[in-house]
């Protein structure tokens, strides 16, 4: 039994068979004045105990404890959102230990900052079980008639008691409706409180006559339902009376303010804003894709004119409010966890088991029946269901490729896709625990910062095609070419990575093939590694979505160029001459006309460039900075070109920089590394402080377990080395997911370094390829790295790294290890060595 605890009404506690310690005491009440009335004896015998009494304060009424230093007030602040807020007092419970005795604001001043009831009982659900196990006495009010049915259902199943607060003529009266574990033939009567004492009501008719002068409603719509509806009330005025309807609106959907609030505030009407929130399933904020999804279309709609508006793909996309993330947590009981994994000891070591746990939740039963909805509404069309996380392609912070995005191809009985999709979901969900993820907000200083997960449900771009789906071209476009090969490149006519079939081949980095790289000043130019070998590095394969297999799933492109594409296939691939012209020479017969992906007729016989020039100058122009964007276009009946924009971020860049008084070497030989083009990252002087070099050929000679140790290897060099200025060189490709082609280590794990090198061995079979526009282009370029392609043998290019093998290797002493790699891992203290490079000539030295 738990000890008694007094409510300072000696009548009131006979009534309730006293408080009992770990009890959480839900007034709802008329006004703030009346819970004054409940809270003030309550706080008196507290204090005549000695009990340690704190007042949390948030509210905009009243204080409803006076100043006293025998009560400790703590202000939080519900400003920044349901988790901040819900942290900071589990923390301060936390702190204040067992036995603490607490009187909340009321609960339904919340409402303004969190905009939903649902987040309302959310709160309550997630800290007065934490204060029951404590053995504490709180106090918490609640606005008669303000809150949902559901809201207060959800704070009765959770307090212990829930207790009505009437004043009708000035009389004061109490009606108990839920006291747990407490019973007495008349506690759920109502009584007039009078002085000490609670005076029991059982007459039928004085009952009667008291509660038919209280006024009663039907169920209130959820605040967030009610500010929508209000809102639609505003259309019928002027666009001055409506400007303010809509900031407060977009303050509920759109963010808190910022640049990009700003640029929304620009160009979305309150009709726009009510037709998102006609498009959402929960409530809260849609989160930064979302967003940057709708800002570019919204410009693109008013400031390009009937040329770009007329060839912009319509879409019908979904948004899951960030609040669902939430609720989805704090219903299937993962707070506690949620709290642990966000304190520095916890960050990375509980990561793993919530992720487990948020793969296998239930979501409650009002978000399924929309889940459901919405899948009706797009019967067997594929969707992807995208992350869109608050943080996300914002200024400063892409986070590009680091949360999930789930193709539902969708076929199957409605239960069977009902069950892929919310498998979806809980996939976005729990890539917020990856590891990548993590690294990533740790690194950039994001791991306090409050990250709800909303959800971006969009058609995916296409056509059926035999028994597949995709669209006919795909791909990333920078409004600004960060990789000039060539001097005569305008940097500022931007650059697209295109791929035939879904848009995945040009974001990841692909082992094998090659997406085509655009620029749009000159968009049949070619980057010089292609010269000669178009086919070699050309797209071999596509990615599609195969509606017999139900999956996403990759074709060979021989397999696909049959299909019936519903427009010329020659806007894509070209007869492969060369391919013709061998097997001739050989005396084979030709089976089928070998083609090879050149998009030479989109790019030269079409308005596809020049469309695309203007959408990325248009949205760069807006914004007042670079933009990336990721792109669809299909061909509609033989040449009605339609472009789908699914996504747009502002490109994170340091831009070109000042030119730099380069050196000229009297003889490259004398270099480490000098080379015309093949780099990105502007002009810069880079004085280096060590060198880590991965040897190639042995690094060749290893094992695959071994290559992934050297992955390792560097990782521990990162972060050792971090803060001072490293330059990091090895074979092939940095970060791919095959050893043979490049070490396969994670951008956490060269996150550090001033500058990156991949060394081109064509004996070793290593090339390197920056994957312009992949997810790992886009975090060197928000890192600011400086990378260099060094394409050893080639003309113009020097590399001599003789010039630091013969110097003291400190990669023992740096990174202890004994996995025997110090012969691969070369380390050097650099210092007097610099690099230089030069956009006008287009030149990269280190000497």
């Not at 809270?39 to 007042?55: I, N, Q, S, T």
């Not at 509210?59 to 920044?80: F, S």
């Amino acid at each position: 039994m738990r000890d008694r605890v007094s409510t300072g009404l000696t009548g009131f506690d006979r009534v309730i068979d006293d408080l009992r310690l770990g009890d959480n005491v839900v007034w709802q009440v008329d006004s703030i004045l009346d819970y004054r009335r409940m809270v003030d004896p309550y706080v008196a015998r507290a204090k005549a105990e000695g009990r340690r009494l704190v007042y949390v304060r948030f509210g905009d009424h009243e204080p409803v404890v006076d100043d006293d230093p025998r009560v400790v007030v703590h202000r939080a602040d519900p400003t920044q959102g349901f988790e901040h807020f819900a942290t900071e007092v589990h923390n301060l419970v936390a702190g204040e230990g067992k036995r603490a005795f607490y009187v909340f604001d009321r609960l339904t001043d919340l409402l303004p900052y969190w905009y939903s009831d649902l987040m309302i009982g959310n709160f309550f659900k997630v800290t007065c079980p934490f204060l029951y196990e404590l053995d504490t006495i709180a106090y918490f009010a609640i606005s008669r008639n303000a809150h949902t049915h559901q809201t207060v259902a959800t704070i009765r199943e959770t307090t212990q008691l829930l207790l009505d607060l009437y004043r009708v003529d000035d009389r004061l009266y109490v009606h108990p409706l839920k006291v747990w574990q407490r019973y007495s033939p008349t506690m759920f009567f109502p009584h007039h409180v009078r002085g000490d004492e609670a005076v029991c009501i059982t007459a039928s008719s004085e009952a009667a006559e008291l509660f038919t002068s209280i006024q009663r409603r039907s169920d209130r719509p959820d605040n967030w339902t009610v500010a929508f509806g209000q809102a639609r009330d505003a259309l019928s005025g002027s666009p001055e009376e409506q400007e303010p309807v809509k900031l407060s609106l977009m303050r509920m959907i759109i963010g808190r303010p910022s640049r990009m609030f700003d640029l929304c505030a620009r160009y979305l009407t309150l009709a726009d804003v009510l037709t998102i929130a006609s498009r959402e399933i929960g409530t809260g904020f849609v989160g930064g894709k979302s967003v940057g999804m709708l800002l570019a279309r919204k410009i693109l709609d008013r400031d390009g004119g009937d040329r770009l508006a007329g060839l912009v793909e319509p879409h019908d996309s979904f948004y899951i409010g960030a609040d669902v993330f939430y609720t989805y947590i704090v219903q299937n009981g993962w707070w506690r966890l949620r709290v642990s994994q966000r304190t520095p000891e916890g960050f990375y070591a509980q990561a793993p088991e919530l992720r487990e746990k948020l793969l296998a939740g239930t979501f409650p039963g009002h978000i399924r029946e929309q889940f459901v909805e919405m899948l009706e509404y797009f019967g067997q069309s594929p969707i992807i269901v995208r992350s869109s996380s608050l943080l996300e392609d914002g200024f400063g912070n892409a986070f590009a490729g680091k949360y999930e995005s789930i193709f539902c191809v969708n076929q199957g009985s409605p239960e069977e896709r009902y069950e892929a999709f919310e498998n979806a979901v809980r996939r976005v969900y729990a890539s917020t625990m990856d590891q990548d993820a993590l690294d990533y907000r740790m690194d950039r200083g994001l791991a306090d910062r409050d990250e709800q997960m909303a959800i971006l449900v969009q058609r995916v771009s296409g056509d059926q095609h035999e028994d597949d789906f995709f669209p006919h071209v795909a791909g990333v476009g920078n409004s600004a070419n960060l990789y000039l090969w060539d001097p005569d490149i305008d940097a500022e006519a931007g650059m697209l990575r295109l791929v035939f079939g879904l848009g995945t081949r040009a974001v990841d980095r692909t082992v094998g093939d090659y997406a085509r790289i655009v620029c749009l000043d000159d968009p049949l130019r070619l980057p010089p590694t292609t010269y000669g070998d178009e086919k070699k590095f050309s797209q071999r394969r596509v990615d599609v979505l195969s509606l017999t297999q139900n999956a996403w799933t990759t074709r060979r492109l021989e397999e696909v160029l049959p299909y019936d594409l519903k427009t010329d296939t020659s806007f894509f691939a070209s007869v492969d001459r060369q391919a013709v012209e061998r097997m001739r020479e050989m005396g084979r017969r030709l089976v089928g006309t070998p083609r090879v992906l050149d998009f030479r007729r989109l790019l030269g016989d079409t308005e596809f460039p020049g469309l695309m020039r203007e959408v990325l100058t248009l949205l760069s122009t807006v914004y007042e900075y670079p933009v990336d964007v990721e792109f669809t276009a299909n061909i509609y009946s033989g040449s009605d070109l339609r472009v789908n924009i699914l996504q747009c971020r502002p490109l994170q860049t340091r831009g070109l920089g000042r030119p730099v008084a380069m050196p000229e070497p009297a003889d490259t030989g004398d270099c480490l590394l000098w080379a015309r083009g093949n780099f990105m990252g502007g002009n810069v002087r880079i004085p280096l402080d060590h060198i880590v070099y991965v040897r190639p050929l042995e690094y060749l000679r290893l094992g695959e377990q071994a290559k992934h140790a050297v992955a390792r290897r560097i990782g521990v060099l990162n972060a050792a080395l971090r803060g001072r200025a490293v330059m990091l060189l090895g074979p092939g490709r940095w970060g791919t997911s095959t050893p043979s082609l490049g070490v396969p280590v994670r951008f956490a794990e060269l996150s550090n370094m001033a500058v990156i090198g991949e060394i081109a061995s064509r004996d070793a079979g290593f090339m390197p390829e920056l994957s312009y526009g992949s997810h790992m282009f886009q975090d060197l370029v928000e890192a600011g790295i400086f990378y260099v392609a060094v394409f050893d043998g080639e003309e113009d290019v020097a590399f001599h790294p003789d010039r630091i093998l013969g110097l003291p290797n400190l990669a023992a002493s740096l990174a202890p290890g004994e996995d025997g790699l110090d012969d691969v891992v070369h380390v050097v203290d650099a210092t007097g060595i610099e690099v230089f490079s030069d956009i006008t000539t287009q030149t990269v030295l280190c000497r």
